[in-house]
Antibody, heavy 123, light 107 residues
Framework: QVQLQQSGTELVKPASSVKISCKASGYTFTSNYMHWIRQQPGNGLEWIGWIYPGNGNTKYNQKFDGKATLTADKSSSTAYMQLSSLTSEDSAVYFC????????????????WGPGTMVTVSS | DIQMTQSPSVLSASVGDRVTLNCKASQNINKYLNWYQQKLGEAPKLLIYNTNNLQTGIPSRFSGSGSGTDYTLTISSLQPEDVATYFCFQHNSWPLTFGSGTKLEIK
């Protein structure tokens, strides 16, 4: 069965960086996109970007350019997101989600999600 | 960016009611619209993709419709376990965007 296991809660200081992980199992990691989504406290969902672990290609929401960096380790089937220059605005729950893309009809959906990683930025 | 506006923001209904949630896009999204359900403290769960396609394992009381800029999620007979926040999501254009959510409560 498909599972996405995310790293634990992070408490980090302003201006620092943090790297959170998403370990995939139960499917072919390199053949599926991995998306990252942010949910700030009491707020809705924001799409950050995707990585295709098979070739390392990425696409970002322009809002997160320079803030988020997506990488993937094929040997451990783990996707990573590094967040830099952290401010209180970056305090949120971050989800990874497997992205299914239909290349013929050009549609997306996120069918499996990790449980989320809470990042709190505070001095 | 395409803005997704959901209404109402909070909906209170009784068990057994037919419930309709609305989602309006700021421009035509060509039916590239998904619905997610998020229960408190959990990750979102895919209910419907491409406007009206029910994800595997989702009860048939959930259905979706719409076109152009206007979309709806309907629950034909509300159940207690449907208490959640529902988000619409467009994947027609980059960046992909979510609506702000409708919180569904039981009266």
């Amino acid at each position: 069965q498909v599972q996405l296991q995310q790293s634990g809660t992070e408490l980090v200081k302003p201006a620092s960086s943090v790297k959170i992980s998403c370990k995939a199992s139960g499917y072919t990691f390199t053949s599926n996109y991995m998306h990252w989504i942010r949910q700030q406290p009491g707020n809705g969902l924001e799409w950050i970007g995707w990585i295709y672990p098979g070739n390392g290609n990425t696409k970002y929401n322009q809002k997160f350019d320079g803030k988020a960096t997506l990488t993937a380790d094929k040997s451990s089937s783990t996707a990573y997101m590094q967040l830099s220059s952290l401010t209180s605005e970056d305090s949120a729950v971050y989800f990874c989600a497997r992205g299914y893309y239909d290349g013929y009809y050009h549609y997306w959906y996120f069918d499996f999600w990790g449980p989320g990683t809470m990042v709190t930025v505070s001095s | 960016d395409i803005q997704m506006t959901q209404s109402p923001s909070v909906l209170s209904a009784s068990v057994g009611d037919r419930v309709t949630l609305n989602c309006k896009a700021s421009q035509n999204i060509n039916k590239y619209l998904n619905w997610y359900q998020q229960k408190l403290g959990e990750a979102p769960k895919l209910l419907i993709y491409n406007t009206n396609n029910l994800q595997t394992g989702i009860p048939s009381r959930f259905s979706g419709s719409g076109s152009g800029t206007d979309y709806t999620l309907t629950i034909s007979s509300l159940q207690p376990e449907d208490v959640a926040t529902y988000f619409c999501f467009q994947h027609n254009s980059w960046p992909l965007t979510f609506g702000s959510g409708t919180k569904l409560e039981i009266k």
